[in-house]
């Protein structure tokens, strides 16, 4: 027992900022990489393994680990959006706004890493050889969103404003303690019924990203590793 009270003594990480990163870079992980693996698992299997619906609960509930995670930590932003709405708020300095930033897009790209790992043998099966953005067995709509054909750039982006401040406000209303409070440990749970409640109701446009650490890092990660510039510029996916 002394012996492991002095390792945790000495692996324990003192500088508050630093425990923070490393819970944001952590729980912002968790959360992506479950959200993808559900699409993953979806796209890969035709279906046969999984549908909209379960993709949507997979990243439902990849929100409440995450809080889980680093809720006590960092607050768990996992998402700039977030961040920005609470420096707005004042309960979060500005200074801190672009390091979190950084640190979610970059737990974001590693896990689309590790999505493309894990599901290497079935992405390449199900493309047939070819990483393609658009066309019937594409496969860049795993890692990143992207609007349906018949989406407008203005409509996309209004569909994103509201769906991302829908999910702001409900979650600034969650956590104020003036409102009727939830139980306490259950805020979580209630947030992630929050994220699956907007998923399945203004998903079809775009996809319903609500976080823009979740696109950008996974969207960088498929134009480096083999989709191409095409990622950046595709118009039309799976929505």
Same mark, same amino acid.
């Given at each position: 027992?002394?012996?492991?009270?002095?390792?945790?003594?000495?692996?324990?990480?003192?500088?508050?900022?630093?425990?923070?990163?490393? !819970?944001?870079?952590?729980? $912002?992980?968790?959360?992506?990489?479950? $959200?993808? /693996?559900?699409?993953?698992? @979806?796209?890969?299997?035709?279906?046969? @393994?999984?549908?909209?619906?379960?993709?949507?609960?997979?990243?439902?509930? #990849?929100?409440?680990?995450?809080?889980?995670? !680093?809720?006590?930590?960092?607050? !768990?932003?996992?998402?700039? #959006?977030?961040?920005?709405?609470? *420096?707005?708020?004042?309960?979060?300095?500005?200074? @801190?706004?672009?390091?979190?930033?950084?640190?979610?897009?970059? #737990? /974001?790209?590693?896990? #689309?890493?590790?999505?493309?790992?894990?599901?290497?043998?079935?992405?390449?099966?199900?493309? =047939? +050889?070819?990483?393609?953005?658009?066309?019937?067995?594409?496969? !860049?709509?795993?890692?990143? $969103?992207?609007?349906?054909?018949?989406?407008?750039?203005?409509?996309?982006?209004?569909?994103?404003?509201? +769906?991302?401040?829908?999910?702001? &406000?409900?979650?600034?209303?969650?956590?104020? =303690?003036?409102?009727?409070?939830?139980?306490?440990?259950?805020?979580?749970?209630? &947030?992630?019924?929050?994220?699956?409640?907007?998923?399945?109701?203004? +998903?079809?446009? *775009?996809? *319903?990203?609500?976080?823009?650490?979740?696109?950008?890092?996974?969207?960088?990660?498929?134009?480096?590793?083999?989709?191409?510039?095409?990622?950046?510029?595709?118009?039309?996916?799976?929505?």
């Amino acid at each position: 027992t002394s012996f492991l009270t002095r390792v945790r003594g000495r692996i324990r990480i003192r500088n508050q900022l630093v425990r923070e990163c490393l !819970a944001e870079l952590i729980s $912002t992980f968790v959360l992506i990489l479950i $959200t993808l /693996s559900g699409t993953a698992q @979806k796209v890969t299997s035709f279906e046969t @393994k999984g549908d909209t619906l379960t993709a949507y609960l997979a990243g439902a509930v #990849a929100v409440m680990v995450g809080i889980y995670i !680093a809720g006590g930590i960092s607050g !768990a932003h996992m998402n700039p #959006a977030f961040t920005i709405a609470v *420096c707005l708020t004042n309960q979060f300095p500005w200074w @801190k706004l672009p390091i979190f930033m950084v640190v979610e897009t970059v #737990a /974001s790209f590693l896990s #689309a890493g590790t999505v493309y790992i894990l599901y290497y043998d079935a992405i390449w099966n199900y493309s =047939n +050889g070819t990483l393609t953005v658009s066309g019937p067995r594409e496969t !860049a709509s795993i890692f990143a $969103t992207y609007p349906a054909d018949y989406v407008s750039i203005a409509n996309g982006f209004l569909d994103q404003v509201i +769906g991302t401040g829908t999910l702001i &406000v409900g979650v600034m209303g969650i956590m104020d =303690n003036r409102n009727k409070g939830v139980p306490k440990g259950l805020e979580p749970v209630v &947030v992630a019924m929050l994220v699956l409640s907007i998923e399945v109701s203004m +998903g079809s446009n *775009c996809g *319903c990203p609500l976080n823009p650490a979740r696109d950008i890092g996974p969207r960088l990660f498929t134009y480096l590793a083999g989709w191409g510039p095409e990622v950046f510029r595709c118009v039309e996916g799976r929505g």
